[in-house]
């Protein structure tokens, strides 16, 4: 099956949509997919954890036999850090690629667990590029291992993966990736990139309800992680060998969250999956990006960077427009925006993921033109610091 020519149906009459990156808006199948409990010993869904495991490794395409898929119970941050605390040494270095909020959140979280990092610090939104990575390695041997954020959900910027990857591989250094917010929907294909492992969750591009993540990992990193790991929750290589024995996860599992997820895989594949998800996704962001230019938005990125999961816009400069007020606008008309991250100029955030067409898209920018004229911003045009800002990227 391709692409939908008319409207997805409406998630649930009254309910809005959520231009949100996770939690998103999910279809009624993956909500009724919920409506039954699961023994989590029982064997109906210790195949449902083995279905859900092999589905997520066959997104990888070819290459995709030598890795294995290790579901984690929480939220994308607890899997990034059973990732980090699994994978990364305790005393060679690793290098993290930092260019806005997950980043940081990476730093951070190395710092809890007491391990040396070097970190590239980009600011807000500038990419990390395959030169400067492949310098900082030849110069300190002591970085083993290098992280990089694939879609930094907080400028929405589209990392250059195969560039960043291609440099780790060069210097035969080992790269784990944070996908969140793009697997599913961008390729993350061993034929091409190498890395140990890499992150992602329930929520995002495969369009699931929050409440696991999961790290697919190169067999070979996940056998020698024994005893790596700072964490008995976290402890990635512990999940795995106990889900290969056993087939069930070590304590309790989101059930719930499991069965809509699959409901959600089934629906990623019937749609023509990982490319086709991508295309609706661009899609999305074409026709609503487009839209919000007429009306005189400006993006933070220029095309290249935009990511087709999340789009940064600038505030408008007008005196009439506030962004809480604008919010609760677009909310009364059925719509959930998300505010900004970034530090320097005000800015706002429209998700492109989700049970969301371009059809919806449309009606995002028609309700944001009718907002902006019931609050009298007579210009959506940024200030010009914004565009002094944006032209750092080009430079
Ligand atoms: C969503 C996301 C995470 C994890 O966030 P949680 O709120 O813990 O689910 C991590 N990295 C990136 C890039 C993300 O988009």
């Given at each position: 099956?391709?692409?939908?020519?008319?409207?997805?149906?409406?998630?649930?009459?009254?309910?809005?949509?959520?231009?949100?990156?996770?939690?998103?808006?999910?279809?009624?199948?993956?909500?009724?997919?919920m409506l039954r409990d699961w023994g989590s010993w029982d064997g109906d869904f210790k195949a449902m954890t083995a279905e859900l495991r092999k589905g997520l490794i066959s997104l990888l395409g070819d290459g995709s036999e030598a890795y294995d898929c290790v579901p984690i119970q929480g939220s994308g941050t607890f899997a990034v850090e059973a990732m980090?605390?699994?994978?990364?040494?305790?005393?060679?270095?690793?290098?993290?690629?930092?260019?806005?909020?997950?980043?940081?959140?990476?730093?951070?979280?190395?710092?809890?667990?007491?391990?040396?990092?070097?970190?590239?610090?980009?600011?807000?939104?500038?990419?990390?590029?395959?030169?400067?990575?492949?310098?900082l390695l030849k110069a300190d041997p002591e970085i083993s291992h290098v992280l990089i954020v694939h879609c930094e959900t907080s400028s929405g910027i589209l990392n250059p993966l195969q560039e960043i990857s291609d440099a780790v591989a060069a210097a035969d250094r080992t790269l784990l990736i944070d996908s969140m917010s793009a697997f599913g929907s961008i390729p993350v294909e061993p034929s091409k990139l190498q890395f140990a492992a890499m992150v992602s969750s329930?929520?995002?591009?495969?369009?699931?309800?929050?409440?696991?993540?999961?790290?697919?990992?190169?067999?070979?990193?996940?056998?020698?992680?024994?005893?790596?790991?700072?964490?008995?929750s976290l402890d990635v290589h512990a999940q795995w060998a106990h889900m290969e024995k056993s087939g069930q996860w070590r304590f309790t599992p989101p059930t719930h969250v499991v069965a809509a997820f699959l409901e959600a895989l089934r629906a990623h594949k019937a749609e023509g999956g990982v490319a086709a998800r991508g295309a609706r996704y661009r899609t999305n962001r074409d026709a609503m990006v487009s839209g919000m230019r007429a009306l005189g938005f400006e993006t933070l990125l220029d095309a290249e960077w935009l990511s087709p999961i999340i789009v940064t816009f600038f505030c408008p400069a007008d005196p009439a427009f506030s962004f809480p007020r604008f919010y609760e606008l677009m909310k009364a008309r059925g719509f959930i925006l998300y505010p900004g991250k970034l530090t320097v100029v005000d800015s706002f955030r429209v998700g492109c993921i989700g049970q969301m067409d371009e059809h919806v898209m449309r009606g995002v920018t028609a309700a944001a033109s009718d907002v902006l004229k019931e609050m009298g911003v007579e210009s959506a045009a940024p200030p010009a610091e914004a565009l002094a800002e944006r032209a750092k990227l080009a430079a």
């Amino acid at each position: 099956m391709t692409q939908q020519p008319t409207a997805l149906p409406k998630p649930k009459l009254g309910e809005p949509y959520l231009l949100t990156p996770g939690p998103l808006t999910t279809s009624i199948d993956v909500k009724e997919a919920m409506l039954r409990d699961w023994g989590s010993w029982d064997g109906d869904f210790k195949a449902m954890t083995a279905e859900l495991r092999k589905g997520l490794i066959s997104l990888l395409g070819d290459g995709s036999e030598a890795y294995d898929c290790v579901p984690i119970q929480g939220s994308g941050t607890f899997a990034v850090e059973a990732m980090l605390g699994s994978f990364t040494p305790k005393t060679k270095k690793t290098l993290i690629l930092s260019n806005g909020a997950y980043g940081k959140r990476a730093v951070e979280t190395m710092a809890y667990l007491g391990r040396p990092v070097e970190v590239l610090d980009k600011g807000d939104y500038l990419p990390p590029r395959g030169p400067e990575v492949a310098a900082l390695l030849k110069a300190d041997p002591e970085i083993s291992h290098v992280l990089i954020v694939h879609c930094e959900t907080s400028s929405g910027i589209l990392n250059p993966l195969q560039e960043i990857s291609d440099a780790v591989a060069a210097a035969d250094r080992t790269l784990l990736i944070d996908s969140m917010s793009a697997f599913g929907s961008i390729p993350v294909e061993p034929s091409k990139l190498q890395f140990a492992a890499m992150v992602s969750s329930a929520n995002k591009c495969i369009e699931g309800v929050p409440g696991f993540g999961f790290v697919i990992a190169h067999r070979a990193e996940l056998e020698a992680a024994k005893g790596n790991s700072h964490s008995i929750s976290l402890d990635v290589h512990a999940q795995w060998a106990h889900m290969e024995k056993s087939g069930q996860w070590r304590f309790t599992p989101p059930t719930h969250v499991v069965a809509a997820f699959l409901e959600a895989l089934r629906a990623h594949k019937a749609e023509g999956g990982v490319a086709a998800r991508g295309a609706r996704y661009r899609t999305n962001r074409d026709a609503m990006v487009s839209g919000m230019r007429a009306l005189g938005f400006e993006t933070l990125l220029d095309a290249e960077w935009l990511s087709p999961i999340i789009v940064t816009f600038f505030c408008p400069a007008d005196p009439a427009f506030s962004f809480p007020r604008f919010y609760e606008l677009m909310k009364a008309r059925g719509f959930i925006l998300y505010p900004g991250k970034l530090t320097v100029v005000d800015s706002f955030r429209v998700g492109c993921i989700g049970q969301m067409d371009e059809h919806v898209m449309r009606g995002v920018t028609a309700a944001a033109s009718d907002v902006l004229k019931e609050m009298g911003v007579e210009s959506a045009a940024p200030p010009a610091e914004a565009l002094a800002e944006r032209a750092k990227l080009a430079a």
